[in-house]
């Protein structure tokens, strides 16, 4: 990675345990209407499936069900790549995965461009040169296709009459379970082609993005070590499919000390594809702050409901406000956890059940799209309540009042 990019390779990330929570879409990046082409785009997978001329199931999982390293090295070590990218006078070098015949390359959007770096999320800007190195070290030049810095996923295009793919196949991120054997491969430190096995530590993991204000809500945490270099490079489920990007380590001494996180490969695809397809991504805002509830909170502040999202405060001018969402009064602390008591709680959306502040952001990223109208399952004191609500794109940064 460049070397002023915090992303880049060795920055120290804490879980945000406890905190309170932005909601809104986990999601994608902000482009200027006028803008350049190059942009980051997402949308609802529902009906995206086959929206996209973007195959991903043409290679099968590996035979057997035993864990094999050196086989899921053998199969699918030819589709990942070292990304080379210029910006200026400055380089900075990632790992990548072919994903398709016709070229396309995943990678984070933090490899590709300068989001990350300081400036808002929709100010980033793309490398002035990306090469892609393939395993016999042949580099041949690629297009930026776009990024989604919400979900820190980049795109690259490449021709695939220049050198000859071979596309890793994805998986199902929703289906990865704590304790299951993952393999990355990368080029951690320039040593491109390099294999580190682990396991998947945790799932739905709260994160600081490298490249926006909003956390990332979903991540994967791996033991497999992940070290400078190989952001962007695949994780590898025990059948030999891709299950998540390496994106961030969390480390003392800029080293990996068993504490990585990858971007799931579904929300991967969510932004490919609309990236593919539209040239825009869209995600979906509320615009509070929540808090999970839980029950000692619950008692603590006579709370009707154990679980949900409380509403701490409302962004001017939101869905939310218009809305009529109720947001907290003067904070307190319970347990070390600082609580505004007296606001709405959020139990459900469009019928979903909601169990905590992250939960509500998964299921506005995942399920909607700016514009939609949508119910809200809500507990205001004694009384429950179905309020409507019209979400809104999300802003590039969070209210003025965050």
């Known amino acids: 990675m460049r070397p002023g990019a915090v992303a880049a390779l060795a920055v120290v ?49 590996l035979p057997g069900n035993s864990f094999d390293p050196a086989r899921i090295y053998r199969e699918r070590a030819d589709g990942v790549v070292t990304i080379v990218a210029l910006f200026g006078g400055a380089a900075s070098q990632g790992s990548g995965f072919v994903v398709s015949d016709d070229g396309y390359v995943l990678t984070n959007s933090h490899v590709i461009t300068t989001a990350g770096e300081g400036s808002p999320a929709d100010e980033a800007d793309a490398a002035g040169t990306v090469f ?43 289906r990865v379970v704590v304790g299951e054997p993952v393999a990355a491969i990368g080029s951690p430190f ?107 909170l619950a008692e603590r502040f006579g709370l009707t409901v154990q679980e949900g999202a409380a509403v701490q405060e409302v962004v001017s001018g939101s869905p939310a406000e218009e809305a009529g969402l109720q947001g907290g009064g003067e904070q307190e602390a319970f347990a070390g956890i600082p609580f505004r008591p007296g606001g709405d709680v959020i139990v459900s959306i469009a019928g979903r059940r909601i169990q905590d502040a992250e939960d509500l952001v998964r299921a506005i990223s995942e399920r909607f799209l700016p514009g939609e109208r949508v119910r809200l399952g809500v507990v205001r004191g004694e009384r429950r309540l179905s309020i409507e609500i019209r979400l809104a794109e999300r802003p590039a940064t969070p209210g003025s009042d965050r």
């Open 132 to 174: 892609v190195e393939f395993r016999d070290r042949d580099r041949i030049r690629a297009r930026v296709v776009g990024w989604d810095v919400y979900d820190d996923v980049g795109l690259l295009k490449v021709d695939p009459a220049e050198h000859e793919l071979d596309p890793v196949p994805l998986g199902d991120s929703s």
């Open 13 to 61: 990330f804490a879980l945000l345990g406890g905190s309170t929570a932005l909601l809104v879409g986990q999601a994608t990046g902000w482009l200027d209407e006028g803008g350049s082409d190059t942009v980051f785009v997402r949308e609802s997978p529902e009906g995206a499936e086959n929206a996209v001329p973007v195959d991903t199931d043409t290679a099968k999982p």
């Open 190 to 296: 320039g040593r491109t082609s390099s294999l580190s096995v682990g396991v998947v530590a945790a799932t739905e993991r709260a994160i600081e993005s490298l490249t926006s204000d909003y956390n990332l809500v979903d991540a994967i945490q791996t033991d497999a070590p992940i070290n400078r270099g190989n952001s962007g490079g695949p994780m590898f489920d025990g059948r030999g499919l891709v299950i998540g990007i390496n994106a961030q380590i969390r480390s003392e001494s800029g080293t990996a000390e068993g504490v990585g996180f990858a971007i799931p490969i579904n929300s991967a695809k969510r932004s490919m594809e609309q990236l593919i397809q539209t040239g825009r991504v869209r995600y979906a805002w509320v615009g509070v702050s929540t808090q999970s509830v839980t029950p000692s």
